[in-house]
């Protein structure tokens, strides 16, 4: 399902806002050609320049990048990784708390947010995650100057927002949870009751950001919590898109307009029960 929304000037200031979100991670991911000249040792170099705030490392396989298009093809498509001489490794860099995490690999650096204890209170994005990724994806640049690899390229951002919603929060069914099924045959509201409330419900929609500066995803899924293996669950939002340049205030900025769309997306599909439960105070 694919639908065009209108393009809003707002400042983050008018966005809806949670004394009490559902998010649990958060990741800006920025995607670019690969860099010829890095190699293994580089994985290791580039951690002595961190590893005083991200203690802790693990070594996992390079992620495939999507790439959102608007030529021949719609929808995103999946950019296998061009291996060749470069590391298939992509490095976790882990802080002590382990609730913030950068990912590197030859062609993508990601920053994450990890809500790991349950009482922690989400440390909202213009306060702590926007500053946090642009400190590290300052101090990546400077080290790739020392180590004469020219300066990535950008090719795709990508900024998303995990959400894991329980049962626990005075609502039983999932009636109550998605405003844009609210016909969904047992919601009560179609015309027919011949079928119950569905037991699971999974979704998977996109939209196109203004002047096709990417898209926006939003899916739906039951999942099994780690931290806890509760069933609950969980609502993505995924923006992802080129900006306007390699420069770091175009990737802010093209950070900005995803997040706000993120934000107002879940508003939009969420419901104004859910809204209460959650805290919104604006």
């Not at 101090?139 to 090719?155: A, M």
């Not at 609502?235 to 900006?243: I, K, N, Q």
């Amino acid at each position: 399902m694919t639908a065009n929304l209108v393009e809003k000037s707002t400042s983050a200031s008018t966005l809806p806002e949670y004394g009490n979100p559902p998010v649990t991670e958060t990741f800006l991911s920025v995607s670019f050609a690969d860099l010829e000249k890095w190699s293994v040792p580089h994985f290791g170099l580039y951690w002595s320049w961190i590893r005083e705030q991200y203690a802790r490392f693990e070594v996992k396989p390079p992620v495939d990048t999507q790439m959102e298009t608007f030529d021949d093809q719609p929808g995103s498509r999946n950019m296998l990784l061009q291996l060749f001489n470069q590391p298939p490794v992509r490095c976790w860099y882990i802080n002590r708390q382990e609730n913030r995490l950068i990912q590197v690999q030859n062609d993508r650096f990601i920053f994450n947010w990890r809500k790991m204890d349950p009482a922690e209170v989400y440390p909202r994005f213009d306060e702590a995650i926007r500053g946090e990724f642009e400190t590290e994806w300052r101090r990546f640049g400077q080290f790739l100057d020392s180590e004469s690899i020219p300066k990535p390229q950008v090719t795709q951002c990508e900024i998303g927002y995990i959400n894991q919603i329980t049962r626990e929060a005075n609502w039983s069914t999932y009636v109550s949870l998605i405003r844009a099924f609210n016909v969904w045959p047992g919601s009560g509201n179609s015309d027919s009751d011949f079928l119950p409330t569905p037991e699971d419900i999974s979704f998977n929609t996109r939209y196109t950001l203004p002047d096709r500066k990417g898209r926006l995803h939003v899916q739906l899924a039951p999942v099994v919590r780690n931290i806890d293996g509760k069933r609950v669950l969980q609502l993505s939002l995924t923006a992802r898109g080129l900006p306007r340049s390699s420069e770091l205030e175009d990737l802010l900025g093209w950070f900005d307009m995803g997040r706000e769309w993120i934000v107002r997306g879940f508003t939009d599909f969420t419901s104004n029960e859910m809204h209460q439960i959650w805290q919104r105070t604006r």
